[in-house]
């Protein structure tokens, strides 16, 4: 069954990026338990960002799960990045990813790494940028593995990376890594940039795919643009799709609209009524 979740961003320096709800988890929560979502998905600045014991009662309270947490941090704040050409900041980046995977451990969901893979250049040419990507991935999936949870790796669009780009680039990478505990993140906005055909690319993509950032063309709210949503969800549901869908939108035109806008779009696309008013 497909879940619903929405994501909160608690990362100051990433203002004016694509999260619904912004600064402060308790009220994110509230509100998205209201609308009926199962899952928020947090994008925290740091492992130790959020009281863990604080979240769990949000949970409780709300009845909601963790749907992922992300460590674009890394980057943001950081300057971080998997590929790295020096070995000593690389192993920092690696380092930071597996104190979020805890983090994400600790309340049951997988981390993403996404702007953390970084990107080649000068000295780094592609195939050599790759190898480090998937000496990364083949660590931190094992680790995360330990932990009992998945990774999930997301393909970018090319003007955030240009090492992977598409749902096909990113499936052939995890194929060729040592183990199959990394799964990737179908991102219907970048996948709107780089895909040819977004339904045919989750089709081929059958097995691989982990999570969705669930989004429009122009980065709001599901129906705020022009996605043509009827064949992504058909081929969401054909491939057996039971992850999350998960906003990660921009709060337009403010994140309760955005929020209701993407819970609207989700029940009418996943035939769900929402677990609430299902009971
Ligand atoms: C960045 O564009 C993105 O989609 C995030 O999910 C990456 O961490
Ligand atoms: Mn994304």
Redesign the pocket.
């Known amino acids: 069954m497909i879940r619903s979740a929405v994501t909160v961003s608690l990362v100051a320096q990433a203002r004016g990026g694509?999260f619904v709800f912004w600064d402060d988890l308790g009220a994110a929560c509230r509100i998205a338990a209201e609308l009926g979502f199962d899952a928020v998905e947090i994008f925290a600045p740091s492992p130790d960002a959020v009281d863990l014991d604080e979240l769990r009662r949000l949970q409780d309270r709300h009845r909601l799960e963790v749907a992922a947490v992300?460590?674009?941090a890394g980057m943001v704040i950081h300057g971080l990045s998997l590929t790295d050409p020096a070995a000593r900041r690389r192993r920092k980046a690696v380092d930071f990813v597996r104190e979020i995977i805890d983090f994400g451990a600790a309340c049951n969901a997988p981390a993403?790494v996404?702007?953390?893979q970084g990107r080649w250049g000068g000295e780094l040419d592609r195939p050599a940028a790759l190898e480090l990507l998937a000496a990364a991935l083949n660590e931190l999936g094992a680790y995360a593995g330990e932990k009992g949870t998945a990774l999930i790796y997301?393909p970018?669009?090319r003007y955030?990376t240009n090492l992977v780009n598409t749902v096909a680039d990113g499936a052939a990478l995890l194929r060729a890594l040592d183990g199959d505990n990394v799964k990737l993140?179908a991102?219907l906005?970048?996948m709107n940039i780089e895909e040819a055909d977004i339904a045919a690319a989750i089709r081929a993509g059958d097995g691989s795919i982990g999570h969705v950032?669930f989004v429009d063309s122009n980065r709001r709210a599901a129906g705020m643009g022009h996605l043509d949503f009827g064949p992504i969800a058909a081929a969401l549901e054909e491939i057996g799709y039971d992850g999350y869908a998960s906003a990660?939108a921009f709060p337009l035109p403010n994140p309760q609209a955005a929020a209701q806008a993407t819970i609207a779009a989700f029940r009418r696309l996943f035939g769900r009524a929402g677990r609430r008013q299902s009971g």
Do not use: K
């Open positions: 694509p992300g460590t674009g993403i996404g702007s953390m997301e970018l669009n955030e993140l991102d906005f970048h950032h990660e």
